[in-house]
């Protein structure tokens, strides 16, 4: 298992930056993915971006560009850089982590973090 605390959040206008961090309670040398995910209200839950334990990534073609994931090791945290934002960037921001467990991949999910960004 493997709890996850999300943080950075907040209100920004459009154009401005904002960093969310994601603590794991364990190695996340040990998780097969760590990612963001965000939920609209109205819409679904869409990934935004995505990084292998390899150090592999993977965006949403809405963030590519704008977007960067990355992660500290030493203090197992992931980190989601967001620069440019845009007003249909606003959402509650999840950070998920994907172990395999009796060979099947179970996801955890953080609490959320609420990301406004104003025009």
């Known amino acids: 298992q493997v709890q996850l605390v999300e943080s950075g959040g907040g209100l920004v206008q459009a154009g401005g930056s904002l960093k969310l961090s994601c603590a794991a309670s364990r190695s996340i040398f040990s998780i097969n993915s760590m990612a963001w995910y965000r939920q609209a209200p109205g819409n679904q839950r869409e990934l935004v971006a995505l990084m292998s334990s390899g150090g592999g990534t993977n965006y949403a073609d809405s963030v590519k560009g704008r977007f960067t994931i990355s992660r500290d090791n030493a203090k197992n945290t992931v980190h989601l850089q967001m620069n440019s934002l845009k007003p249909e960037d606003t959402a509650v921001y999840y950070c998920?982590?994907?172990?395999?467990?009796?060979?099947?991949?179970?996801?955890?999910w953080g609490q959320g973090t609420q990301v406004t960004v104003s025009s």
């Open positions: 998920n982590a994907k172990l395999f467990q009796d060979m099947r991949p179970v996801d955890y």
